[in-house]
């Protein structure tokens, strides 16, 4: 019990690092006089919410921590790791693995909160494999769309007995994404269009037909603090996915241009044609284009506010339209799981 009493009551001067991730995350931090990576990498790749009520996913999360020189699995590592949501907390508890890697698998049911289930050490009463299994945390998790913070802070590595020093103890907020599925039914010019939307950062809002753009629109909300995302550690990055049937009044042989709040962002659009019934048109907004959207919008804002005009409320807003001079689909596959990363 004083073990456990002394690695709670931290002081707190930790080293981060973070970003804002898809299915997989790299974190630096420094550790003492050492480097340290955090892998964060969640398996499937492709987790959604339609996925996970249909097909019962079980995504599992591979936690390793690293020396970044050496590429060598650091030992006797035990992590603290909080999961939230929007700024609430969904779960916080104790893990330890003998051999650095940590796998914990989510079952996500419609429970009051979560529970964890692993074999307890004796010495630090942190969950542990279960055998060849992994930990299992259960409960109210990845059951909506959006981007998940993990925050990650490591306790002790080489020795289990030996706790790191306060001011050495790396802490890592990475996050990862469930894709949150929608399907909607627009009226246009008198005939039911069906159209799925796959959000990767955050759960979207009001769908809807703007029949003076011929364009498919909706709102998803959004943080737009500058220093956040500059913050080098950040890789923000957003994806989303607009399944357009063909042929219908939205779908286009030539293209697709896309706008977000106004601002024209059809480089960023890669559209997959390989589907005979469907377009797939995603929207891949890397950190430069994410701030630029974020400058626009705070200018936009101060310049409200200026004037004592109502602000505008903190959401990013999507647009797409069939275009003959837009980005033109391919008539291949993509590579789905090459998607889900930044483009380099």
């Known amino acids: 019990m004083l073990l456990i009493t002394s690695l709670i009551s931290y002081a707190f001067t930790f080293n981060t690092a973070f970003g804002d991730g898809l299915f997989m995350e790299h974190l630096v931090a420094s550790m003492g006089d050492r480097q340290a990576n955090l892998l964060i990498k969640m398996s499937p790749p492709v987790v959604t919410t339609d996925l996970i009520q249909k097909q019962s996913q079980k995504p599992e999360i591979l936690f390793r921590l690293y020396d970044s020189k050496t590429n060598q699995t650091f030992k006797e590592v035990t992590y603290y790791i909080t999961i939230e949501k929007n700024g609430k907390q969904l779960m916080s508890n104790w893990f330890y693995d003998p051999n650095g890697d940590l796998n914990l698998q989510m079952q ?7 529970t964890v289930a692993g074999d307890l050490d004796p010495i630090l009463n942190a969950y542990t ?8 945390a259960s409960g109210p998790i990845f059951l909506e769309g959006g981007l998940y913070n ?33 399907n909607e039914s627009l009226d ?33 909300p959004f943080d737009y603090d500058v220093s956040r995302l500059n913050d080098t550690d950040n890789n923000v990055y957003i994806h989303q996915e607009v399944f357009v049937p063909r042929p219908s009044a939205l779908s286009s042989s030539g293209g697709y241009t896309g706008f977000v709040n106004g601002m024209d962002v059809t480089n960023n659009l890669v559209v997959d044609g390989s589907n005979e019934t469907k377009d797939v048109v995603h929207f891949m907004l890397t950190k430069p284009i994410i701030l630029q959207i974020a400058n626009q919008y705070n200018q ?13 409320s903190s959401i990013m807003n999507f647009s797409l339209i069939p275009s003959e001079t837009g980005s033109k689909s391919t008539e291949t596959p993509m590579d789905h799981m090459a998607m889900m990363m930044p483009p380099q």
């Open 108 to 114: 996500p049911r419609n429970t009051s909160q979560i």
């Open 129 to 136: 494999s279960q055998g060849s299994g992994p930990v299992v």
């Open 150 to 182: 993990f925050i990650v802070r490591i306790v002790t590595v080489d020795f289990v007995k030996t706790i790191l020093p306060d001011n050495e103890q790396p802490v890592f907020d990475g996050g990862l994404s469930i894709g949150s599925y929608h």
């Open 188 to 220: 246009v010019r008198g005939t039911a269009v069906p159209v799925e939307i796959l959000s990767y950062y955050d759960k979207i809002n009001d769908i809807a037909y703007d029949s003076s753009l011929n364009a498919i629109s909706f709102d998803m």
């Open 300 to 312: 936009t804002s101060a310049d409200a506010a200026a004037d004592n005009s109502s602000s505008t």
